[in-house]
């Protein structure tokens, strides 16, 4: 499907989950691009050029024209290439995915953020305690799914990527173990096992 | 057989972006005032993580977060379309929606503050509504291209809202001369014969929002 014109450029950084989800899915649909490391303390003219507004990453440039904001590039990768679809076919479902998508980004990542490295334990605790029942949504979503998608990687999936790095590795993760358990999140972590293993991910180490 | 609720708020942005979207598309649709004081037990069933309006419930399955049902309306009823078919176009409006709607703290708080803070808040809209101008919407007609679109429903915060806001908060913004482009578009949403006959009124929208300030502003300082 590829054409020998088709560029595919993917500015980003390393530790960027936002950037990670972008190659998840250019991986999940075998699509070739030329990844970008940008520097963040000294941003490149070609970032400054196709992402004025935000100056940020990751930025997808397909055949010279810019994309923004990580669930955005999603849904572009998703209309442009159609093969290995990561979003459902039906309005209602749709809509679905994308609700929990924005919860991911709205509610779940700051109260991680919050939980990991808040400014004293009360406030992690605090943290914790609301990203249990943020996650027992989740967790409550997966019912009878072996992933988000159904039975294949969705965009869900690949938008709840810190959850499956966080609970796929740090089963036990500091002053957070006791709340988040496999034993309270059965399908989440049987969800974070089955994604760590999907051959889409860089291979890297995720520290 | 379609059945279509709409559970909203009457002063609310973000319940007016559906109730703009489905006129623009003529789907029927049953308006249900909610009290968030006081909430129905239908909008805790329909809603239960976020408990927010606008829900929309189609066929007795809801639907909540304005930008989710926007792109629902859009999928479920493609006439009239709003989003452009192009991939590119349809990812600029999304990345536009989602600006307006991450810079919302930046846009009220003129709205809630005062003194030196409210300067600094004067400051940081004009910057952004700069962006918007230059960046958004460029040399088009509406931020959708050529005809109103998702994009244009969401930034109709500004012909609506922020003159009221400012109003209420006692800060004007912009000059008459300033952001010529903007206010052509301003004129142009405003004059669409479906916005037109589905916008709040505005001295009630003034006079509600004066109060709700004063409201605020005291449990601030208290």
């Not at chain 1, 990542?109 to 990203?131: H, N, S, T, V, Y």
């Not at chain 2, 999304?94 to 703290?105: E, M």
Request: charged letters at 30%.
């Amino acid at each position: 499907m590829a054409m020998a014109e088709e560029e595919v450029l993917l500015f980003s950084t390393w530790p960027s989950i936002y950037g990670r989800r972008v190659e998840m899915a250019l991986k999940l649909k075998g699509i070739e691009y030329k990844y970008i490391e940008e520097d963040l303390t000294n941003k490149s003219p070609s970032l400054l050029k196709y992402n004025p507004v935000h100056k940020k990453i990751p930025v997808l440039v397909h055949n010279g024209k810019p994309v923004a904001e990580s669930l955005v590039i999603l849904e572009y990768i998703d209309e442009t290439w159609k093969n290995h679809p990561i979003l459902p076919k039906h309005p209602y479902e749709r809509a679905n995915t994308r609700f929990w998508a924005k919860f991911i980004d709205e509610k779940c990542l700051p109260a991680i953020l919050k939980a990991c490295w808040g400014e004293d334990q009360k406030e992690r605790e605090k943290a914790a305690e609301e990203l249990s029942k943020l996650l027992q949504f989740l967790e409550n979503e997966l019912k009878g799914k072996r992933f988000f998608g159904g039975e294949t990687i969705g965009l869900l999936d690949i938008a709840a990527n810190t959850i499956g790095y966080w609970l796929g590795v740090f089963e036990e993760a500091a002053g957070v173990s006791e709340l988040l358990t496999r034993e309270k999140f059965p399908r989440l972590f049987n969800w974070a096992n089955e994604w760590l293993t999907c051959k889409c991910h860089q291979g890297k180490s995720t520290s | 057989m379609e059945e279509v609720k709409l559970l909203g708020v009457w002063p609310s942005p973000y319940s007016y972006r559906v109730i703009w979207a489905l006129e623009l598309k003529g789907v029927k649709y049953e308006y249900v005032k909610e009290d968030l004081a006081n909430k129905s037990d239908l909008l805790l069933r329909y809603n239960p993580v976020h408990q927010k309006v606008p829900v929309l419930v189609h066929n007795e399955k809801p639907i909540a977060e304005s930008t989710v049902i926007l792109e629902y309306i859009e999928e479920t009823w493609p006439h009239n379309p709003l989003l452009p078919t192009d991939p590119h176009e349809r990812a600029f409006a999304r990345f536009w929606i989602k600006f307006l709607d991450d810079k919302s703290p930046t846009l009220v708080g003129l709205y809630l503050t005062v003194g030196e803070e409210q300067e600094k808040a004067t400051k940081e809209v004009r910057e952004l509504l700069k962006i918007i101008e230059e960046q958004g919407l460029g040399e088009k007609k509406y931020f959708g291209g050529d005809k109103i679109g998702l994009a244009d429903l969401v930034f109709g915060f500004i012909p609506v809202w922020l003159g009221v806001l400012e109003e209420s908060a006692g800060v004007k913004v912009t000059k008459p001369d300033d952001f010529p482009r903007l206010q052509v578009w301003i004129e142009n949403f405003r004059e669409n014969p479906v916005i037109k006959a589905n916008l709040p009124d505005p001295h009630q929208l003034l006079a509600h929002s004066k109060q709700k300030r004063e409201v605020l502003l005291a449990s601030k300082i208290a």
